[in-house]
């Protein structure tokens, strides 16, 4: 049982795995323990710093999203406050992916932001980061909308995602950062 | 006044706001979960302060990391800046980013394209 874990984890290149409840206590210590790993392997400083960037931002994401989330006792075998954070590391790049529960009501919303961040190239993205950045109102959390963006002109790649249908009432929706070694 | 200074932690940076010694600086790492409650008390501050100003004012911004929150945050502490500015003060900010850091570069660069105060990018 645990070497299969072991070797499927060696496998998929993924050097670092977690799943339950995000705190920001809990983001805290993923950040320092990365940031020593990155340091420990003699990444490049810039590589380095882009990883760092995105793993604030895809954590941050995901401790906001539960932070808000509507809980839900009694509602069986699903826990919407827990979440699956990764991070791989290949030859040629890193990922950062995070998976949590979604209301099915909100993907419509979620796909067309992503899909639009998608569509920008370079300049688009700088030019959407600005507008939402000086007429965006700060929703409470302080999550002022632009994490999707940064993240995507930071890894300077297309931000990967997926929902996979739980039931009537959720799905899972997984984002994947990719930020090149290159 | 009294001073503003804030010890850094691994997610918020060092503040010192010393009026008396002309000093306005915050630099390090900017990544906290409520950077809405982290600002409160720089903005505050800088509303303090507006009432009376020094002759110059330089605030000099010198970030490792910040997260798209602070970034928020950071640009409503500028617009304060720059209504002291327009109001007649004599007032200036800073923005040092690592040589090697083009993303910081890159945010300066959104930032001053925003704003209408002098707003000034030093590589170190």
């Known amino acids: ?182 | 006044m009294r001073n503003l200074i804030i010890e850094p932690t691994p997610k918020t940076p060092k503040v010192i706001l010393n009026a008396d010694i002309n000093v306005f600086e915050v630099s390090g790492r900017s990544i906290p979960e409520d950077s809405v409650g982290f600002y409160r008390k720089i903005l505050d501050w800088i509303d303090e302060y507006s009432k009376t100003p020094n002759p110059s004012t330089n605030f000099k911004f010198q970030l490792e990391y910040f997260n798209t929150s602070s970034s928020k945050c950071l640009l409503d502490l500028f617009r304060k800046l720059e209504k002291l500015a327009k109001g007649g003060q004599d007032v200036s900010i800073t923005w040092c980013y690592d040589a090697d850091d083009e993303d910081m570069a890159e945010t300066g660069e959104d930032y001053k394209a925003l704003l209408d105060v002098s707003f000034e990018l030093v590589s170190i």
């Open chain 1, 1 to 182: 049982m645990t070497y299969s874990y072991y070797k499927n984890m060696q496998q998929n290149n993924i050097i670092f795995v977690y799943q339950g409840e995000v705190t920001a206590d809990l983001v805290s210590s993923i950040l320092h323990m990365m940031e020593n790993k990155l340091d420990g392997d003699g990444e490049d400083k810039k590589i380095k710093k882009k990883v760092f960037n995105v793993m604030v931002e895809c954590l941050q994401n995901v401790y906001h999203h539960l932070d808000s989330a509507d809980t839900t006792p009694g509602d069986g075998e699903i826990n919407d406050r827990t979440a699956l954070l990764m991070i791989g590391k290949e030859a040629s790049d890193y990922y950062v992916i995070t998976g949590n529960h979604i209301y099915n009501d909100r993907i419509n919303n979620l796909k067309d932001r992503l899909d639009k961040v998608n569509k920008c190239d370079k300049d688009e993205l700088k030019a959407l980061y600005q507008a939402i950045l000086n007429d965006g109102e700060l929703s409470e959390k302080g999550t002022a909308g632009l994490g999707m963006i940064d993240i995507a002109r930071k890894s300077g790649q297309k931000l990967g995602y997926d929902f996979h249908p739980v039931n009537d009432q959720y799905s899972f929706f997984s984002l994947e950062a990719k930020i090149s070694r290159n």
